[in-house]
């Protein structure tokens, strides 16, 4: 979990902070706030929007809520994101809060005005909309991630973000590509789209249209965006349209990032995932098939509640079965209130070591992927000063400076990047 990212202009101690922690829909959803707190003339405060994904991230938000306060001492500390709208009476009792707003008030212009009261958190269950906001682009960023899903109908049994963000509800195609018009008419070279679960986008519009065709019509609609990118999805509920995209087309991004879990099917079912370890594979071997340069990540879990060495072991040997390049290994971690937490616990000594054995395979996966690269040349997007990212995702340290689309040259690796030079 990333320590909580400020802007630049924090350093000079801006009036309104905004702490962002968690995943990219809190990063799209804190440049909203940051847009909508200026419209409640919001002044002299510190908004941190937590994560619940973890107890680690629980932990990390009320870290930030106390060096905030005392950075700020006179500022209103505002709390809101996941965490809070799970749990919002144990922030409220913080002596360091002053307000505690939930994810669907967030949103909303009128929940940062001075006026509102303590505590604003309403059932996220009984949430239908998704609240759409344009943003113009990223501080310093040139990927921009755009919500086009919040929520999940699902129930994971480890999971607890559907308590936080409720059930799966879509933007409209047109909110979003009117959104990327404005990105890509701002020079932004890569917009990202995301959501909690991205794959049921469209389920609850009218004519219940897929994933495949949004990313179709902006492909169509926004002709000058140069790179379209998908956060985390559930493989298996790629529709044929969107195999097609990402498979064919060189404006989608030649990365996927796969939620898969585990790799054993008696644990999958016990997560109450919806692949199995056959289809998995099966998936990634097709898309290696249609299109070879393409790079596969994976969010995997060890430790899960009953695992045995058996089952650990198919975890492990799902990263060279679906021939991953990116794995994020958690050790798994019980979250009150969810089914696995009540399930019987795998030693908390044994789920570190097996978290440690699943980062080393990620690791020489890693090391195969950036061995690839060595002796070639890529066209990469320039993050900043001497750091770039290709198509696939992998990072690049170079030499040469510039900026924008820079053709590079690789000359070897450091385990974690490609290191090479302007070509
Ligand atoms: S699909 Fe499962 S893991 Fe993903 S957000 Fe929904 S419940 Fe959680």
Redesign the pocket.
């Known amino acids: 979990m990333n320590a909580p990212t400020k802007p630049p202009e924090a350093r000079q101690r801006a009036d309104v902070e905004i702490l962002t922690l968690g995943c990219r829909l809190n990063a799209y959803e804190s440049e909203a706030m940051r847009a909508l707190a200026h419209e409640a003339a919001l002044s002299n405060a510190v908004i941190i929007n937590t994560c619940a994904v973890t107890g680690e991230a629980v932990r990390q938000a009320r870290q930030s809520i106390r060096r905030a306060r005392r950075e700020r001492p006179d500022a209103e500390i505002i709390v809101t994101g996941c965490a809070a709208q799970i749990d919002p009476q144990s922030f409220a009792a913080m002596p360091e809060v002053s307000r505690v707003i939930g994810n669907a008030e967030k949103m909303r212009a009128e929940s940062f005005a001075q006026t509102h009261e303590r505590v604003a958190v309403a059932d996220i269950m009984s949430v239908r909309e998704t609240a759409s906001h344009l943003i113009d682009g990223f501080a310093e960023r040139t990927r921009v991630y755009v919500q086009v899903q919040n929520g ?1 109908d ?3 049994t480890f ?1 607890i ?2 308590y936080g963000r409720g059930n799966s509800r879509s933007s409209p195609a047109g909110e979003i590509v009117e959104q990327i018009k404005r990105l890509a008419a701002n020079g932004v070279p890569e917009v990202v789209l995301t959501g ?2 991205l794959t049921s986008w469209g389920a609850d519009l009218p004519g219940q249209p897929q994933l495949g065709a949004l990313v179709a019509r902006i492909l169509k609609l926004v002709p000058d965006l140069p790179l379209l990118r998908l956060s985390s999805l ?1 493989a298996i509920e790629m529709d044929n349209q969107l195999f097609e995209l990402v498979t064919q087309s060189d404006r989608v991004a030649p990365y996927l990032h796969l ?1 898969l879990q585990h790799g054993d099917d008696m644990i999958l079912k016990r997560m109450k995932r919806r692949h199995s370890r056959a289809q998995a594979i099966e998936l990634c071997q097709r898309v290696k098939e249609a299109r070879p340069e393409i790079a596969l990540g994976a969010d995997l879990i060890a430790g899960f509640p009953t695992e045995t060495e058996e089952h650990f072991a198919n975890l492990l040997s799902i990263v060279d079965a679906c021939g991953l390049a990116y794995v994020h290994a958690f050790p798994f971690s019980p979250r009150e209130g969810t089914p696995a937490a009540r399930m019987p616990q795998v030693e908390r000594r044994v789920v570190k070591e097996r978290a440690a054995r699943l980062r080393e395979a990620g690791a020489a996966a890693l090391e195969r992927h950036l061995n690839a690269w060595v002796g070639r040349e890529e066209m990469g997007v320039v993050e900043r000063d001497g750091f770039a990212r290709l198509p696939d995702f992998t990072p690049v340290q170079f030499s040469g400076g510039g900026e924008g689309h820079r053709r590079l040259r690789f000359t070897g690796h450091d385990g974690q990047h490609l290191i090479g030079a302007a070509a």
Do not use: L
Request: charge should be negative; include cysteine; charged fraction near 25%.
């Open positions: 999940c699902h129930r994971c999971c973000i559907p909690v679960d559930d939620s």
